[in-house]
């Protein structure tokens, strides 16, 4: 579904990994026509310093959101479970290593 | 369901506590039309402030001297497309945004309305408009609206190579014959009051400013930013033996910081008007150069078409 107006071609969100063990982290979107040239706009928009060792695209629609309105019932079972912290237990000074 | 005197309370409430703007987020009308009007105008500035480097790619003095120009007017082009895209977020496309600028419905930096005509201009470029860029964008980068402000932290980290390559250029005409030192001491006569322009009208004469700041878009006021690039300023001119063009320049030690004269408001309107040395060159460049990519937009648009089956995109 290509949701813009305009003849720029499809909106996709642009993804940077920095080095191999690190995770992937959102640079921002650009425009292509398919996924070759998603490829190569996400580099040349975004990697012209050594940002990335690998570049992920995903077309933006692809992308499910949760919305900030639910913020309080979607994350709502996690907010009351403060046992699972460490910081929940108290262990006596002496005990070393934990 | 929030009525929408509850969905302004939070969105106030977020401003208060420091918190970003998402683009789901509900937020007021106007806030997102100043929104799409600055970001969307930050953007012409950066893709239009192309064509005056631009112009002297192919006559820059050294080889390495225009590897750093073409690295830099790439980076310009990059700025450009990163805010298009933050403006996207709020609702509008990009060729809405296009349209507005190529009929004179948007506006860009005024400053890019001013003809380079030595290679010393470059260097004034980089040292000054990129100087002041940096100075507002640093403001920026805490801007209340999300997208906006990473676009601004990604933009304000390549931005600090613009303004060294700048001063660079500036330093090695200053220290050098006395020729180049006199076409160093002409773009800096030329450029410093167009400079000091780019913050915008004085606060007592900013249609925006009120807004701006409530809002948190801005967190200092075009008058406030202007006296900091000018305390900064001076003293990076005096080290390379440069004088500002300016005999009212003064150090204010109760105030520390500099009076200086305030430059010319009525050539400021006049250039934003479209009366500027290079307003009719400026864009009737970017309508050619958008008319011109009319055919690779259409065949990348016919061939996503004929692929439509095999691709996910649609």
Redesign the interface.
Known sequence: ??T????????WEVFLQKKSGQPFIH?????A???E?ALQNAR??YT??GEATVVWVV?SH?IV?S???DIGSFFDPANDKIYRHPTFYNIPDAIKNM | MKSEKELEEIFEKKLANNEFIEPKDWMPEKYRQHLIRQISQHAHSEVVGMLPEGNWITRAPSLRAKLVLLAKVQDEGGHGLYLYSAAETLGISREEMLEALHTGKAKYSSIFNYPTLTWADIGAIGWLVDGAAIMNQVMLQRTSYGPYSRAMIRICKEESFHQRQGYEIMMRLALGTPEQKQMAQDALNRWWYPTLMMFGPPDSESPHSADAIKWRIKRETNDQLRQKFVNQTVPQAEFIGLKVPDPNLKWNEEKKGYDFTPPDWNEFWRVIKGDGPCNKERLSARIKAHQEGQWVRDAAAAYAKKHSKEMIVS
């Not at chain 1, 107006?5 to 499809?10: E, L």
């Not at chain 1, 640079?27 to 425009?31: E, L, T």
């Open positions: 579904m290509n813009n107006k305009d003849n720029q071609g499809t909106l640079a921002g979107s650009i425009h026509f398919d996924k040239m040349d928009t012209r310093r077309p692809c959101s919305t900030p309105e």
